[in-house]
């Protein structure tokens, strides 16, 4: 019998249904033969079912093989029951607070009040607590809306849908910012945790248990991208953890607060509905926090014929390492108003701007970078500069910061940020414990997953190899970046988690 072959499995059959299929077709041979209970024929088909269904287990086998990359969609579902872990992360909505303005002696707000982002994404969101607040108190909210565009920004301004008496209209996203709102899981994020569960299974007390629970976002309701622990790293008995959130945006920091960390410690120590759970009564958990270690990435590029080029002849300003003349904003008025200097304050040999030139600077919360074309500028070095905004030739909105790099404008420099972003997004925290004084050669005090064979610690050629995939781009050298590896944290206490810090892109001579 020949096995209909689908695109991520092997259909067979049992017993019953080999005999029934078989019965189906005798009849159509010999329609006027008794096949019912108790006839040869009928024992014979019982016979053949029982030789076939061995065949059907070495497909079934055989199928269980067929690799996560050609399964997808409900089937990958399926995988994750099968094994018993969490089901498929369904699309969620950011959280955060937001600072009210209330009038006279409070205003009681009601769980559920809607509140909107009315101005930008127009994401909605609710209120999540019942109480009274006074004037300058934090609300706590969820967004009713789901996906990326409801991680706002501290300082953004939301508008109450039916204000309760004395609440002011708006209120403004308290710091960190709005975060959590994310995609449904993705197929490819799915295999992962299937390939994860097979490699490494999880038993009582085990780095796989702690990692399963920690994921399980569809129950603590925290985004979870990836989970790590640290096993022993304060001695027997004790596992640090600590995880990344998914990414919802090129600037967002992947770092949890201390908040959701709390949350997914709670749900570690109540008594899931997991039955590979339970840690031992005795283990300490230790709750990691991990602290962003900025990394400025430099490069010279050199354009493809299909690339944009450099938008200046004489493109400005030139590359200098840093700290030996690198060109970077010393004091911001606005957008269109900063100092340029060079940060190690020698002038002798300065290439000097000039009127018209466009220069540029990274924008972390977009991805991409923010055109400047120079208007007019004062002074020899630094160089006080006011931004040409005529006809759209520059970027009004972006305000750079002290001590951001400028580097040469052209319309190619977007293409290069994406796979620098989606590079970084690959990363995990470093170490606790320096490993050159390690005497261990097993997993106690290191990170699981190992690095940097998986979520590595450290800035490898990989980067290098993503830019070198750009359309636009011929050639590539990264100058500044390369290498960094992860500052050693504290046992139990801290990690480090390396993120984009800036990007700044220069001419390949």
């Known amino acids: 019998m020949a096995l209909d072959v689908l695109p991520d499995e092997i259909v067979v059959r049992n017993r019953d249904e080999f005999v029934a299929t078989m019965t189906g077709a005798y009849r159509l041979k010999r329609p006027n033969d008794d096949i019912g209970t108790g006839s040869i024929q009928l024992a014979l088909m019982f016979a053949v079912s029982d030789v076939l269904v061995g065949q059907s287990l070495n497909a079934r086998v055989i199928g269980r093989q067929i690799p996560l990359s050609q399964v997808s969609g409900i089937k990958l579902d399926e995988r994750l029951a099968e094994l018993r872990?969490?089901?498929?992360?369904?699309?969620t909505g950011a959280t955060g607070f937001v600072v009210v303005t209330v009038s006279g002696g409070g205003a009681d707000i009601l769980e559920g009040a809607a509140i909107t982002d009315d101005e930008k994404s127009g994401a909605a969101f609710e209120s999540a607590v019942t109480d009274t607040f006074q004037d300058g108190q934090a609300v706590a909210i969820r967004g009713t809306s789901t996906g990326p565009s409801t991680n706002l920004a501290a300082g953004t301004v939301l508008k109450w849908s039916s204000p309760a008496d004395g609440l002011g209209p708006n209120a403004t996203v308290q710091e960190p910012g709005l975060s959590g709102g994310r995609y449904a899981e993705s197929d490819e994020e799915v295999r992962l945790r299937i390939s994860d569960a097979l490699a490494d299974p999880a038993a009582s007390g085990n780095a796989a248990a702690y990692l399963r629970l920690i994921e399980n976002s569809g129950a603590h309701g925290v985004p979870v991208a990836r989970g790590f622990v640290w096993p022993c790293c304060c001695g027997p008995g004790t596992i640090g953890f600590s995880f990344l959130l998914s990414a919802s945006g090129p600037g967002v920091t992947r770092c949890p607060t201390q908040a959701q960390i709390g949350i997914v410690r709670q749900y570690i120590l109540s008594v899931p509905e997991d039955e590979t759970r339970i840690?031992?009564?005795?283990?300490?958990?230790?709750?990691?926090?991990?602290?962003?270690?900025?990394?400025?990435?430099?490069?010279?590029?050199?354009?493809?014929?299909?690339?944009?080029g450099w938008r200046d002849a004489v493109p400005w300003p030139p590359r200098l390492p840093a700290g030996e003349g690198a060109v970077v904003v010393s004091s911001v008025t606005d957008a269109t108003h900063f100092t340029l200097a060079r940060d190690d304050g020698d002038y002798t040999a300065a290439v000097?701007?000039?009127?018209?030139?466009?220069?540029?600077?990274?924008?972390?919360?977009s991805g991409k970078f923010a055109r400047k074309r120079i208007l007019s500028f004062t002074g020899t070095g630094p160089?006080?500069?006011?931004?040409d905004t005529s006809n759209d030739s520059s970027d009004a909105t972006f305000v750079p910061v002290v001590g951001q790099r400028a580097c040469p404008w052209s319309k190619s420099l977007d293409d290069v940020a994406k796979p620098i972003v989606d590079y970084f997004a690959t990363l995990g925290p470093g170490e606790q414990v320096d490993s050159t004084l390690m005497f261990d050669p097993g997993t106690r005090q290191k990170r699981v997953p190992?690095?940097?064979e998986t979520w590595p610690?450290?800035?490898?050629?990989?980067?290098?190899?993503?830019?070198?995939d750009v359309v636009a781009v011929n050639n590539a050298i990264v100058q500044e970046g390369l290498g960094t590896v992860a500052t050693i944290g504290s046992p139990g206490i801290v990690a480090m988690q390396l993120e984009l810090g800036d990007i700044a892109i220069f001419p390949l001579s």
Request: charged share 20%; net charge negative.
């Open 85 to 91: 872990l969490p089901p498929r992360r369904g699309e």
């Open 279 to 308: 840690p031992p009564g005795d283990d300490m958990l230790l709750d990691v926090t991990l602290v962003a270690q900025p990394v400025t990435i430099t490069l010279d590029v050199r354009w493809s014929r299909s690339g944009a």
């Open 352 to 365: 000097q701007p000039a009127a018209g030139q466009t220069f540029c600077f990274y924008n972390k919360s």
């Open 383 to 387: 160089w006080s500069v006011t931004v």
């Open 450 to 452: 190992p690095t940097p």
């Open 457 to 468: 610690d450290r800035v490898t050629n990989h980067l290098v190899t993503d830019v070198l």
